[in-house]
């Protein structure tokens, strides 16, 4: 019995192990900072192909990425990473506020973010309940 309710405790203040994907070197550094001080498992990758490997060795919680990734596109890595891992939470950001690449983000079940983005706005989508989870 005290194993179960502890194991429940753990799950409700479980760290998330959340991928962080962007090419610009201090947006992605002061991402990774802010989840690491928030007591999260971040690991960040400056591209696609860094971001892609990592997927295919190791079980994410959430992927935070950027659209625009050199010549690749964050979408793709959200539809690579829910192939992967079906109940991955997905944030997509990008700086303008496209609404294809919005709708493209909503058909993968991404949250689409317009930048500026900072790690605690970040950190607050991830912390709501998932949408997918209720519907």
Same mark, same amino acid.
Not at 6 to 12: K, P
Not at 99 to 102: D, G, K, S, T, Y
């Given at each position: @019995?005290?194993?179960g309710s @502890?194991?429940? @405790?753990?799950?409700?203040q479980r760290r998330q192990k959340i991928l962080i994907v962007d090419d610009d070197p201090s947006l992605l550094e002061a991402l990774e900072r802010s989840f690491k001080e928030a007591?999260?498992?971040?690991?960040?990758h400056g591209s696609f192909e860094?971001?892609?490997r990592a997927l295919q060795t190791t079980h994410f919680d959430a992927l935070i990425t950027d659209v625009?990734?050199?010549a690749f596109n964050g979408l793709q890595l959200a539809v690579i990473s829910r192939d992967t891992y079906p109940d991955i939470r997905l944030i997509v950001f990008s700086g303008f506020d496209d609404?294809?690449?919005?709708t493209?983000?909503?058909h993968v079940g991404a949250t689409y973010v317009v930048?500026?983005?900072?790690?605690?706005?970040?950190?607050?989508?991830?912390?709501?309940?998932n949408k997918r989870d209720g519907n």
């Open positions: @019995m005290l194993n @502890m194991g429940s @405790m753990e799950d409700t007591g999260e498992d971040v690991v960040a860094q971001a892609r625009r990734l050199g609404p294809v690449l919005r493209e983000a909503e930048k500026p983005v900072t790690g605690n706005r970040l950190l607050e989508i991830l912390r709501q309940p």
